[in-house]
């Protein structure tokens, strides 16, 4: 039998396969798009990070009821963010810090379990953190809060309720009971998480 010039040249089944050695099926690495991989990912790593890093003091730092006012009590809520600041005013009851120094708060509890604070700075309010202080909290952080998230269906209503004037003279009156405040956790640094909002001494926001 004749065989074309250009055929294939005959397989030789006498020779056997070596089946040991799996063939390589690795993919060849792209550096250039593991770098853009990693720029995508890394938003999301810090956002973990972050919730993580919330979560943790959330479960081992101290909770403290502290009252709060707002910028403008006829405009407190503005989209669905309950803009505020804390009321030192209202929990500092002593204490000085020199104006060169990084101050902070030494909170304690009075007779009445009604959050207190002496302002001092911060080496001598953790120096006392271990005793007269319950917890410390730095100055600047209290006075970073500035904004507290609103569910749209709760959103209209504490509107009609700040309007209408329950919460609307917020530090107008310094022996009346605050009718608005937060929780904050206060960790073993200083710093601080908010937790809750609460209106007239409830969850402001109920839990689902």
Same mark, same amino acid.
């Given at each position: 039998?004749?065989? $074309?010039?250009? #055929?294939?040249? $005959?397989?030789?089944?006498?020779?056997?396969?070596?089946?040991? +050695? *799996? /063939?390589?099926?690795?993919?060849?690495?792209?550096?250039?798009?593991?770098?853009?991989?990693?720029?995508?990912?890394? $938003?999301?790593?810090?956002? #973990?990070?972050?919730?993580?890093?919330?979560?943790?003091?959330?479960? /081992?730092?101290?909770?403290?009821?502290?009252?709060?006012?707002?910028?403008?009590?006829? &405009?407190?809520?503005? !989209?669905?963010?309950?803009?505020?600041?804390?009321?030192? &005013?209202?929990?500092? +009851?002593? @204490?000085?810090?020199?104006?060169?120094?990084?101050?902070?708060?030494?909170?304690?509890?009075?007779?009445?379990?009604? +959050?207190?604070? %002496?302002?001092?700075?911060? *080496?001598?309010?953790?120096?006392?953190?271990? !005793?007269?202080? @319950? /917890?410390?909290?730095?100055?600047?952080?209290?006075?970073?809060?500035?904004?507290?998230?609103?569910?749209? &269906?709760?959103?209209?209503?504490?509107?009609?309720?700040?309007?209408?004037?329950?919460? !609307? @003279?917020? !530090?107008?009156?310094?022996?009346?009971?605050?009718?608005?405040?937060?929780?904050?956790?206060?960790?073993?640094?200083?710093?601080?998480?908010?937790?809750?909002?609460?209106?007239?001494? %409830?969850?402001?926001?109920?839990?689902?």
């Amino acid at each position: 039998m004749n065989t $074309p010039a250009d #055929a294939p040249p $005959p397989v030789d089944l006498s020779t056997p396969v070596d089946l040991s +050695t *799996p /063939a390589d099926t690795t993919l060849p690495f792209n550096r250039p798009m593991a770098i853009r991989l990693a720029i995508l990912l890394l $938003p999301v790593i810090v956002l #973990a990070a972050l919730i993580g890093y919330h979560e943790k003091n959330l479960a /081992a730092g101290d909770t403290w009821r502290i009252p709060i006012q707002g910028f403008d009590p006829r &405009d407190l809520l503005k !989209g669905h963010y309950l803009r505020f600041r804390l009321d030192l &005013d209202r929990i500092v +009851t002593r @204490g000085s810090c020199p104006k060169d120094e990084e101050c902070c708060l030494c909170l304690t509890l009075d007779e009445s379990d009604k +959050t207190q604070a %002496q302002r001092l700075d911060c *080496p001598a309010a953790f120096g006392r953190s271990h !005793g007269k202080c @319950g /917890a410390v909290l730095r100055e600047e952080v209290a006075r970073g809060f500035s904004q507290y998230f609103i569910p749209e &269906d709760r959103a209209q209503e504490l509107d009609r309720i700040l309007r209408g004037g329950r919460g !609307g @003279g917020m !530090g107008a009156d310094k022996e009346k009971e605050p009718r608005m405040a937060v929780e904050i956790v206060v960790d073993k640094q200083g710093g601080a998480v908010l937790k809750g909002l609460l209106l007239d001494g %409830q969850p402001a926001i109920p839990e689902p």
